[in-house]
């Protein structure tokens, strides 16, 4: 859904852990050329997502990148992106 979004060139979404719902959804976007990441393009992407998707199943974080983990073969690598993000709430707690 996020790559209908004319601001993104790739994107990636994997369960975040939550202390308070078990898991969030959190999304990773590579933007094309021209667009910046701002809170205003953040907020329209949440936007964009909730008039497709259920409520539940926007992301409830957005974190732009240059770029995603990929296979040699260029599937996206979801599991060291779900790792990166069991670093950081260990890291937190």
């Given at each position: 859904?996020?790559?209908?979004?004319?601001?993104?060139?790739?994107?990636?979404?994997?369960?975040?852990?939550d202390p308070e719902?078990?898991?969030?959804?959190?999304?990773?976007v590579v933007l094309?050329?021209?667009?910046?990441?701002?809170?205003?393009?953040?907020?329209?992407?949440?936007?964009?997502?909730?008039?497709?998707?259920?409520?539940?199943?926007?992301?409830?974080?957005?974190?732009?990148?240059?770029?995603?983990?990929?296979?040699?073969?260029?599937?996206?690598?979801?599991?060291?992106?779900?790792?990166?993000?069991?670093?950081?709430?260990?890291?937190?707690?």
């Amino acid at each position: 859904c996020l790559i209908e979004h004319p601001a993104v060139a790739e994107s990636a979404v994997v369960g975040k852990p939550d202390p308070e719902r078990t898991e969030l959804v959190k999304a990773y976007v590579v933007l094309r050329q021209g667009y910046a990441p701002t809170a205003e393009l953040t907020t329209e992407l949440e936007q964009f997502v909730k008039q497709r998707l259920s409520a539940h199943a926007y992301p409830r974080e957005i974190e732009f990148v240059s770029a995603l983990p990929k296979t040699p073969s260029g599937k996206i690598q979801r599991f060291i992106l779900r790792q990166q993000e069991a670093e950081r709430v260990k890291e937190v707690e």
